[in-house]
């Protein structure tokens, strides 16, 4: 069944009030809503509430109780008949919270109760209008046991609580703001709480509580802290304020993907929120400051302004992740966080704007909205974000956002209403700028160079092009802004001019197909270096040379330019190599001399050289190889991190023999040295045997986890003995730590030599289970996306592998299924005998599927 957003319509009647009653117990919890309904359309008489799994007792309407002559029951609805302009109706459902494997609705984790609902979870719990523009104000009553649930959530202010006999105690919750369903949470358990307090900038105090698994409060208060920043942020930056007394962000190891934004009550999967020292990497330490500002973000970027429907869901996570991407550069470095941050479109948006699945920002249709939380909708959204403040220019941007916080706060809202908020000069430069949202795929950029040496002009020829995507085959350019500046063949910043204004940067936007770009006053052909921070979610070819590549990687004042254009150099040289042609590729010596430059740089950062003297990952050379070899590209891969290792051996030698940075400390100097250490080691890594003491002594020294895994990972590599033993210590020290677990899994998971082999034995692991998505992911989703020789061997081994795994998953959660299942999307790229493996093993699992979840995107990649 497919939904096209062409086909909204407002429902017939809203529910203005809802009170839901919640008689907790694990197999048979009992949960009564009373709603309030009000007639919209003045022709309705009758409502279709959604409803799946769930056991009707009763329904009562205007305080009768009624029979099938004033309802339609269904597998998945209920429709209520005969209604008038208004009426009252409770409906009493029983639900089994214990039996829920597929973590949607209300369900167990770790004894304790917890929910998930976005996006169509609500109707596992009651009968209602689950669709995002029915806002309703909810007060929620819970019951429980009292001794082995002593803490009671749910969203907004608790305005009651008490005995309620039996052994039982009750709260009862009033969240004045209207929400829809998926935004409803409630949670019920024994936690360990932080409490503290934020007062916001008009003077109100707020309760701020992180709840987390009993012992282990000591790893809330980061996340805490990072709550508190965010709060702040907000206000300062976006003029946006908190709204409840109570703000609750609760823990749970059972989930299915981050984190949850639900109204007043946060839930997270607990890898990112917990976080010490000890047992996080500096990396998890970033992703939990992120999650947490992302989820609070929302607050306003989702919750008090909501979605009309999920075709717009691009609104609030595309918005989220930019403001969240925003606060992580101004906590930390902004050079890198754009790094990180492109880092990640390019691995997994581009593939997906590449293969099969691809999609706009904002689809027109789809089966299955669980499958539309992509990284097109999350990633690229909000790459569209910035490209628009960079059309509009920082303030009308920020003038913009005001506007449209203002102007749609408390409604359901739609991209064109966004849109609305910016003033973009004329209605065509809107209807262009929103392209970017409707437009599937990557657009390539070119850019060619003409000099004329007697006048000193230098002239840009710059087209855009964009492939055919899956059921979109006419593509319109779309508007790129460009930041343009110049170097010499020396390595000096040239201020050419652009119509009279000289300048060390251009700010030009390019709206057509194919334009020209005049500058003036070069004496020689100069360097340009044209998408500087790249702001515009493109590919960009140009005509540069190898040695004018070289002078840019070394010399441009944009540090991700810089970062850029090394690493093109180093594909470049690793797919010569690959395809046995090094000689033709860009020489080792000479990248490692401009790499080593950065070393002498003034404004050092050593988080940045930690980038920049990483070559690019294999997954990231299949995706610029036709018909790719994985194994040829890991060995042309290693073959280039010797010779960098061996060039930059005195760079290594003194980082190592400094005193390593204090194992506590989260500044950026701190965090940027253990990752050139841990590049460090990924380099020397590659020398097989003879780096092996190297990795073991940093196994042994190491301070902190971030350490240990860099060293794990480098005798992972190495492989052997000392790797076997590393591995068992490291497991008496932590198996009774979940998430640290889930790293000494997905670490071997990922181990190239002998993945396969591994995964096989971690299956039976004692630890090892399907049913906790964490373990799932750390083993067969860290296989499938991070160890892609072993996935894609050329006997079909490891899809074989991995589509065995699926068809025991999908019964079991079908939402986590569907997306290791995305790891088959790049199968196209590669050679026949792999496709026919790869279609072999898909077959199979679609053969097997019983989930729409599971059977939509392995139909739509068989397709494409
Ligand atoms: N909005 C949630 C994601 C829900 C996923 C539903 N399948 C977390 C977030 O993006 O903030
Ligand atoms: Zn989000």
Redesign the pocket.
Known sequence: MTVHLRDYTAPAYEIPETHLDFSLSPEATRVISRLKLVRRDKDADRITLQGEKLVLNSVAIDGQTVGTDRYELTDTSLTLLGLGETAEVEISVTIAPKDNTALMGLYMSGGRYCT?C??EGFRRITYFLDRPDCLSRFTVRVEADKDNFPTLLSNGDTVENGDAGNGRHYAVFVDPHPKPTYLFALVAGAFDSIFDTFTTRSGQAVKLGVHVDPGQAGRAHFAMDALKRSMKWDEDVFQREYDLAEFHIVAVRDF??????NKGLNIFNSSLLLADADTATDADFLNVERVVA??YF?NWS?NRITLRDWFQLCL??GL?VYRDQEFSSDMRSRPLQRIHDVQGLRAIQFPEDDGPLAHPPRPSEFETI?NF?TSTV?NKGAEVVRVLRELLGAEGFAEGMQRYFDDNDGTAATLEDFMAAFDFGSVEAREAAFRWYQQAGTPTLTMKRAHDAGTGEVTLTLTQSQKPTPGQTDKAPLPIPLRIGFLDSAGQVLPLSNDGTASEEHHLTFDSAETQLRFDGAAEMPIPAILRGFNAPVKVETDLTQDEKLVQMAHDPDPFTRWDTGQLMMAEAMLARADGKAQSGPPLERIAEALAGEFQRADFEPGFVARAIRPASVSELIMQTHTPDPAALFAAQLDTRRALSAALADQREAEFARPAPDPQSLDNDAIGRRALRSTFLFLAAAEGEASADLALKAFREAGNMTDSMAALRALAEIGGPAFDRALSTFETRWKSDPLVMDKWFSLQAMAPQDGTERVRKLASHPLFSLKNPNRARSVYGAFANANPVCFHAEDGSGYDLVAEALIQLDPINP?TAARIVRSFETWKRFDNNRQAHARAALERVLAAAKSTNLKEVITKTLRG
């Open positions: 998930q976005e996006a299915n993907f981050g984190a949850m934004e992302h989820e929302h989702g609030k996570e989220t669980e939380y999350y939402g």
